[in-house]
């Protein structure tokens, strides 16, 4: 269920060039959280953006209430909420949309993010973890100050394997490649994927050739988030007849549904 709710905001902070890591306290909207699922946020004052801007749960501490967010400068909207500090209210709509599933008995499962598609997988790594779940997480970025996820993971359980444009940590190459060269398909029981669309094509083409089921988590521009508006509306694949709305329907879809985009 959704909820319309001002967060207290206990901490924002920059990680790196252009990311940025917030964390409110909201705790009708935080007990409600699954891995996966997203915020639509208000970025700004008044009604200067209009429209809401839409972030996947980075981090949820139900205990404590918080949601923590990472997030990247794209346009307006994320430039203007680096301008919120800790203190100030922050105007929250959520949980929206359906997330990962988790499974019922200990699996090995494998998280493949790239830039800053690695958000929902942490709390997902969190989740799995409390599932007794063995969880290895490959993440792609451009250079090792962008990794922002490394300590994190680490301190969840997961095994964290970084993968980095310039070779400044872990495997230098893309993560699809480190996928290909260092997973040993034997031990994978489940794939989960977010990040750029071309990455999770490699990745999802992977997971067919190998006969491994997973789940991949999409971006589209959201204006509503609750399905009215149309505006994330797309096909999963060429030939469907309908199409689905991302931010209700998804954002999470079964890997074998989505037709993805490599170019």
């Known amino acids: 269920m959704p909820y319309m709710e001002k967060g207290y905001v206990i901490e924002h902070k920059q990680l790196s060039d252009k990311l940025y890591e917030i964390e409110f306290i909201c705790p009708n909207i935080s007990f409600e959280c699954e891995p996966g699922q997203f915020v639509h946020i208000k970025t700004g004052i008044n009604n200067e953006p209009l429209l809401r801007r839409p972030f996947s749960l980075y981090d949820v501490d139900k205990q404590l209430g918080s949601i923590k967010l990472l997030y990247r400068i794209v346009g307006r909207g994320t430039t203007l909420m680096t301008n919120i500090k800790t203190k100030e209210s922050i105007d929250v709509m959520g949980p929206?949309?359906?997330?990962?599933?988790?499974?019922?008995?200990?699996?090995?499962?494998?998280?493949?993010?790239?830039?800053?598609g690695i958000a929902p997988l942490?709390?997902?790594?969190?989740?799995?973890?409390?599932h007794q779940c063995s969880v290895i997480v490959l993440h792609g970025a451009g250079n090792r100050r962008q990794l922002v996820a490394f300590d994190k993971l680490r301190e969840i359980g997961a095994e964290f394997m970084p993968a980095t444009d310039d070779g400044s940590c872990g495997f230098k190459g893309p993560v699809t490649e480190l996928l290909v060269k260092k997973i040993d398909v034997g031990q994978i029981d489940y794939i989960y994927t977010c990040g750029p669309e071309p990455m999770m094509a490699a990745v999802a083409e992977f997971a067919e050739e190998k006969g491994i089921p997973g789940e991949v988590s999409l971006e589209e521009y959201m204006a509503c988030g609750v399905g009215a508006?149309?505006?994330?509306?797309?096909?999963?694949?060429?030939?469907?007849?309908?199409y689905k709305k991302v931010c209700k329907d998804g954002p999470v879809f079964s890997i074998k549904d989505v037709e993805l985009f490599k170019n």
Request: positive net charge; charged residues 25%.
């Open 122 to 130: 942490v709390y997902l790594s969190r989740v799995l973890k409390k």
């Open 96 to 116: 929206l949309g359906k997330g990962f599933s988790v499974p019922k008995s200990p699996k090995k499962v494998l998280l493949v993010g790239g830039g800053v």
């Open 229 to 242: 508006c149309l505006g994330c509306a797309r096909k999963l694949k060429a030939q469907d007849p309908d």
